[in-house]
């Protein structure tokens, strides 16, 4: 009896051990389906492609994570190539400044850039006018550039302003890989559905995806020429217009004095030229009223005697 016991216990056991095993193995080698990847609206993937996932009923327009949880783009490694957006400008006091606007237009063709816009000022009586132009150099060549942009003449200021963009970057190629993705998925269903209902809603999924696909593709565009191109506004100046250094001794004081005053007599004379053809006229002007006001008083007096004189009687008169 003790022996029909355990034996019936040890078959208990054995039992449990393999309905365990049983379950575990069908566990472990079944698994929920997994559908291929699809894009959503804002460029990243979606885990599964479901019937409920779906936008609208449209196949291909579930939103998700992207499959390395990154979300469609995440910041830059280490090691990486850095996307770097750099704008700025640089003021230089020359001497002649359309001829060191010809030189330096020359100088940036010269590094594979080009002229964006060029604004030139005549000279005028106290300078030689200015010159302004805005530049994109190759980043590659620019720092060359500069130094000889720099040779021109005298440099009064350089900002320039350098913006990381790599993160923005990938953050585009990502959601335009999956735009395109779900592009084409569209495109397929476009040419396989029968149903008229499901034609129209993927006609319309996929005009927007398409929409936003050539606007995320501008956008990036956009971005790699002003990574490529290095954008600068170059200031040509003369020296009647750029700030002169400060005196820093005596005779560096009675010089800018100097100078000052004969700035100051300049002007002056210049002054006195413009406002001398009015002295002329008005002095012409004043001169006929003069002998106009003249001639008339001297007109009244006679009137007054004339007036004032009795009338001679008739000859007859005094006969009788």
């Not at 409920?52 to 280490?78: K, N, T």
Request: hydrophobic letters at 45%.
């Amino acid at each position: 009896m003790t022996r029909r016991l355990r034996a019936l216990a040890l078959a208990a056991v054995l039992a449990v051990s393999l309905a365990g095993c049983t379950a575990g193995s069908g566990t472990s080698e079944s698994s929920p389906d997994i559908g291929v990847p699809v894009p959503a609206t804002d460029g990243s993937t979606a885990g599964g492609d479901t019937a409920g996932g779906e936008s609208g009923g449209v196949p291909g327009a579930a939103p998700g994570a992207a499959p390395d949880g990154s979300g469609g783009g995440g910041s830059a490694e280490d090691g990486v190539d850095r996307d770097v957006v750099t704008t700025g400008t640089i003021t230089i006091t020359v001497r002649n400044p359309a001829a060191a606007a010809e030189e330096a237009a020359d100088l940036v063709e010269s590094a594979g850039g080009r002229i964006e816009a060029r604004v030139e000022q005549a000279p005028t009586p106290s300078d030689r006018g200015r010159a302004t132009l805005t530049v994109r150099v190759p980043s590659a060549a620019f720092s060359a550039a500069l130094e000889d942009l720099k040779d021109l003449g005298r440099v009064e200021s350089v900002n320039l302003t350098a913006m990381d963009v790599t993160s923005r970057t990938q953050d585009l190629e990502a959601r335009i890989r999956g735009l395109q993705t779900s592009v084409d998925r569209l495109l397929g269903l476009l040419t396989t559905s029968a149903d008229t209902d499901a034609l129209l809603k993927v006609e319309g999924a996929l005009a927007e995806r398409q929409t936003e696909l050539e606007s995320l593709q501008s956008e990036r565009d956009s971005l790699a020429d002003a990574v490529a191109l290095t954008t600068v506004t170059v200031q040509l100046l003369s020296a009647g217009i750029a700030p002169d250094p400060e005196p820093d001794d005596f005779w560096a004081g009675v010089v800018t004095g100097f100078s000052g005053l004969l700035a100051a007599l300049g002007v002056a004379a210049v002054g006195i030229g413009v406002a001398l053809p009015w002295l002329v006229f008005l002095s012409a002007v004043g001169a006929l009223l003069f002998l106009v006001l003249r001639l008339i008083r001297r007109r009244s007096p006679e009137r007054r005697r004339a007036t004032a004189e009795p009338a001679a009687p008739p000859a007859g008169g005094d006969a009788a």
